[in-house]
């Protein structure tokens, strides 16, 4: 593959002071991988739950209003999201869209896709809270993916985005927070009820570890080789888990930030046994916790004035439907939050935690 020439990464190794300024300028290169194809949860949904039938949607205001267009696209964030911003480091569009969205068709996802499902877990339970789509059918319709891209493409030219592609796979949260956690199970589900199963939260992600080895493994036999698989935020540091923490005074939940650790724990020594062993897998470990942890603790080394609650609505417990137009309390400026929902960062964030990801790892190994 011919070199980039660009200095993004240059320009990106200067940015830890300045970086908001840098990042307005676009990266120009010839494409390194030829496709992004995402796989996960609502922290890299672009849109697939907007068509279908759950309560967890956000394709309508305030989300999105500093997308392009101001559209709300049923990304969980005010503007884009981290695999947005990769795919342009990486010379190509400067957002994903999602496969259910009606807007695109498969001329479109031959150089980014996205099956991500807000709301899901390694576990189906946890799929089933929601109802959203469970990590099965995001495997489903991207064997789907493939066969309209044989079709327009022909086999050859489809087998090497397939396998040249770089693969975002990013989930977790909401197995602990929707569904191990979770202290009001929705009827008919079984939310809750892991807990009762897996009495010790280090059996529970042990159970996690194996659903996620087995995802790694369908993914690598579909054909994908470049992967770079995501490790899960100080998720007890989110708005809602803050306004819920009534007997900690509303700090972070430090159990659930210690269940984080050690589940990315787990998760990085997966990374580097799947790498011994799948053929020809080049699979990174991009674990955000460290960098996310650091914005929470010092929000004003990176420009923002406010952690503990949310840009939209009152910001401590909306997201979804409760956070919409009729809310007169909703922040003016999203990028001097760290949070967009309670439970979703904001773009400036997600651009912060991506171009830190992109810089120290996605660039340099698969460029
Ligand atoms: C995709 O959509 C574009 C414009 O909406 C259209 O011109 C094109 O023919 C479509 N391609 C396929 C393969 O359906
Ligand atoms: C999740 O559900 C799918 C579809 O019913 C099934 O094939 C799969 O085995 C289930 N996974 C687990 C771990 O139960």
């Known amino acids: 593959m011919a070199p980039c020439t660009c200095s993004s990464s240059l320009l990106l190794m200067a940015a830890a002071a300045i970086s908001q300024l840098l990042l307005l300028i676009p990266t120009r290169c010839s494409a390194k991988v030829p496709a992004v194809i995402v796989f996960g949860d609502s922290s890299v949904d672009a849109g697939n739950n907007n068509v279908i039938s759950t309560v967890l949607k956000s394709n309508f205001e305030p989300y999105g209003r500093d997308f392009f267009d101001a ?85 050859k030219k489809a087998y090497k985005i397939i396998s040249e592609a770089l693969y975002i796979v990013s989930l977790g949260t909401n197995d602990f927070l929707e569904n191990y956690y979770s202290s009001f199970p929705i009827p008919g589900t079984n939310g809750g009820g892991r807990r009762a199963q897996f009495p010790v939260v280090g059996q529970f992600e042990d159970f996690l570890m194996l659903l996620a080895e087995g995802f790694i493994r369908e993914l690598h036999r579909l054909g994908a080789r470049k992967i770079s698989f995501t490790g899960i935020p100080p998720m007890g540091c989110l708005p809602l888990e803050r306004t819920t923490n009534f007997m900690g005074q509303h700090e972070c939940m430090e159990e659930y930030n210690a269940v984080a650790k050690d589940f990315n724990g787990k998760l990085g020594a997966m990374v580097d046994r799947m790498n011994r062993e799948l053929p020809r897998l080049r699979m990174v470990f991009s674990n955000p916790y460290d960098k996310f942890y650091e ?73």
């Open 295 to 367: 914005i929470i603790n010092k929000p004003s080394a990176f420009g923002f004035d406010v952690v503990s609650v949310a840009c939209c609505a009152t910001g401590l417990y909306e997201m979804s439907y409760l956070c919409n137009r009729q809310s007169p309390f909703t922040c003016t400026d999203a990028s001097k939050y760290v949070f967009w929902d309670s439970f979703h960062p904001t773009e400036k964030t997600s651009q912060i935690l991506a171009e830190y990801l992109i810089k120290s790892l996605l660039l340099p190994t698969f460029s």
């Open 71 to 155: 559209r709300p696209t049923g990304r969980f964030s005010n503007g884009r999201i981290p695999p947005d911003f990769i795919s342009e480091a990486f010379g190509l569009r400067p957002f994903v869209p999602a496969y259910l969205d009606p807007m695109y068709n498969i001329s479109d996802f031959a150089i980014g896709v996205c099956f991500a499902s807000a709301g899901t877990g390694y576990d189906n339970e946890t799929s089933n809270v929601l109802n959203v789509i469970p990590m099965w059918k995001e495997l489903e319709y991207y064997t789907e993916y493939q066969q309209k891209l044989r079709s327009y493409l022909g086999g």
